[in-house]
């Protein structure tokens, strides 16, 4: 039986010296940045909305009647996207069923299946979102229109029958990934959600009254 003194100078040494499991253990972390002021946070919060308020302002108005009018003369209507764009998709198809029109997110378990008099709305920050521009061959093969929301229409895989741009900064910013494009996403869908319902004559009480009560 091993010597318990012998044993436990051992370990001593050990920790001592160190183990080849110390290399592979991560580096500590740096330390956290102060929460910045209220001076840093405004100017922050100032260029966020104005960033997603010119995004939609840039919609030339021809372009956002024809988005409007495409969507008023479609039978039913599907609404797609991946990631948090598909999130902001499914809000938009939500809206659009609130205010009676026939409409589903694409991650809905009844999408029907589109033909002509039907519509795809896509979302796709970047343009090039396989799976989006994948739903929209399929749209098109089937005789549906599609329109497109998008930070980048020159892709050349990207085609619709509107093609609605959201201006956006270029360059570094301090929102991670796609998240300008998804807030003036949301924004100019509810934008357009406001000229429906002038279109359409409804009314939030309307509306409130084909909200969910599943709550």
Do not use: C
């Amino acid at each position: 039986m091993p010597d318990p003194d012998t044993a436990a100078e051992a370990a001593r040494r050990k920790q001592d010296a160190g183990t080849p499991d110390d290399a592979a253990r991560p580096a500590a972390r740096p330390p956290r940045r102060h929460v910045p002021a209220d001076e840093e946070r405004g100017r922050r919060v100032d260029a966020y909305v104005r960033a997603i308020g010119l995004a939609v302002a840039s919609v030339p108005q021809s372009v956002h009647a024809a988005f409007v009018a495409t969507v008023l003369a479609s039978d039913r209507i599907v609404v797609a996207g991946r990631g948090r764009s598909g999130m902001v998709a499914g809000a938009f198809a939500r809206r659009l069923g609130q205010m009676g029109l026939r409409a589903w997110g694409l991650d809905d378990t009844t999408v029907p299946r589109l033909g002509a008099g039907d519509l795809l709305i896509a979302s796709t920050g970047s343009g090039t979102t396989p799976t989006v521009l994948s739903l929209i061959d399929t749209a098109r093969q089937g005789g549906a229109k599609v329109l497109a929301v998008t930070r980048k229409p020159r892709q050349p895989a990207l085609t619709a029958d509107v093609i609605v741009e959201l201006h956006l900064p270029d360059g570094p910013s301090i929102h991670p990934l796609g998240t300008l494009f998804e807030a003036a996403s949301l924004a100019y869908f509810d934008e357009v959600t406001v000229d429906l319902i002038a279109a359409l004559g409804t009314t939030e009480s309307d509306l409130g009254a084909r909200h969910t009560n599943l709550e």
